[in-house]
């Protein structure tokens, strides 16, 4: 896979919906390397909720769940979203069914026991798709989101344009959510071995707070900073 879109899958979170049978764990431990976070779940109910409250970029769906068809939960969520990558996965090889699923503009449909290399490429296909319709955005909190591609801030009534290292600070809290981290490893991760005033190291925060609002970015004293939920 392309580095550039193995970085942009890196950034994203994927919905999988699966039964825990043997399949599960081979494709999970994959989902893991490629992705920021896996969202998992048996239940299609759970599924509904997990995408209204995380907003994954990709969901892969095995249609043959013990409760229910998975095709009808795909069919709803068309309604809502026409762009967002699926990919089906399945042991059902009906005609009928494969003619079904076609409509629904999935990115591929996959036959267990699931090939890897095939998996990888459907995730190859999802992150062009992504990247071609401009929809590489994460939530940071309520309705304040952060575009990927355009390093930008996107509020319900502004749009802010992050500096190279205001973006990199961003990122570097997005995918440490929850975490506090340490200033040293910040100004490493931003500067890299360049000597830099502890002035300059405030003066970047407190830009990048300015434009994500003030109350986003966390500090404990001693500690460090980071993005709290």
């Given at each position: 896979?392309n580095?550039?879109?193995?970085?942009?899958?890196?950034?994203?979170?994927?919905?999988?919906?699966?039964?825990?049978?043997?399949?599960?764990k081979k494709i999970?431990?994959?989902?893991n390397?490629f992705?920021?976070n896996?969202?998992?779940?048996?239940?299609?109910?759970?599924?509904?909720?997990?995408y209204?409250?995380?907003?994954?970029?990709?969901?892969?769906?095995?249609?043959n769940?013990?409760e229910?068809?998975?095709?009808?939960?795909?069919k709803?969520?068309?309604?809502?979203?026409?762009?967002?990558?699926?990919?089906?996965?399945?042991e059902?090889?009906e005609?009928?069914?494969?003619?079904e699923?076609?409509?629904?503009?999935?990115?591929?449909?996959?036959?267990?026991?699931?090939?890897?290399?095939?998996?990888?490429?459907?995730?190859?296909?999802?992150?062009?798709?992504?990247?071609?319709?401009?929809?590489?955005k994460?939530?940071?909190k309520?309705?304040?989101?952060y575009?990927?591609?355009?390093?930008s801030?996107?509020?319900?009534t502004?749009?802010?344009?992050?500096?190279?290292?205001?973006?990199?600070?961003?990122?570097?809290?997005?995918?440490n959510?929850?975490k506090?981290?340490?200033?040293?490893?910040?100004?490493?991760?931003?500067?890299?071995?360049k000597e830099i005033s502890?002035?300059?190291f405030?003066?970047?925060?407190?830009?990048l707070?300015?434009?994500?609002?003030k109350?986003?970015?966390?500090?404990?004293?001693?500690?460090?900073?980071?993005?709290?939920?």
């Amino acid at each position: 896979m392309n580095l550039s879109l193995k970085k942009i899958l890196k950034q994203l979170d994927v919905l999988f919906i699966s039964e825990t049978d043997n399949s599960y764990k081979k494709i999970e431990n994959i989902l893991n390397i490629f992705f920021r976070n896996v969202l998992h779940t048996n239940s299609l109910s759970y599924a509904k909720s997990l995408y209204e409250k995380s907003f994954p970029s990709i969901i892969i769906i095995d249609i043959n769940l013990k409760e229910s068809f998975g095709i009808t939960f795909i069919k709803e969520l068309r309604k809502k979203n026409k762009t967002i990558p699926i990919i089906v996965v399945t042991e059902n090889k009906e005609t009928e069914v494969l003619i079904e699923a076609v409509k629904l503009n999935l990115i591929d449909y996959l036959l267990k026991p699931v090939d890897i290399n095939k998996l990888v490429y459907a995730l190859n296909l999802s992150a062009k798709q992504i990247l071609n319709n401009g929809e590489i955005k994460t939530t940071i909190k309520n309705d304040i989101k952060y575009n990927y591609l355009e390093k930008s801030i996107i509020t319900p009534t502004k749009k802010f344009v992050l500096t190279k290292n205001e973006s990199r600070l961003l990122e570097l809290f997005l995918s440490n959510k929850n975490k506090f981290i340490q200033n040293e490893e910040i100004i490493k991760y931003i500067w890299s071995e360049k000597e830099i005033s502890f002035s300059a190291f405030k003066s970047l925060i407190n830009r990048l707070s300015n434009k994500i609002g003030k109350d986003l970015i966390s500090n404990s004293f001693g500690i460090g900073y980071g993005i709290l939920e």
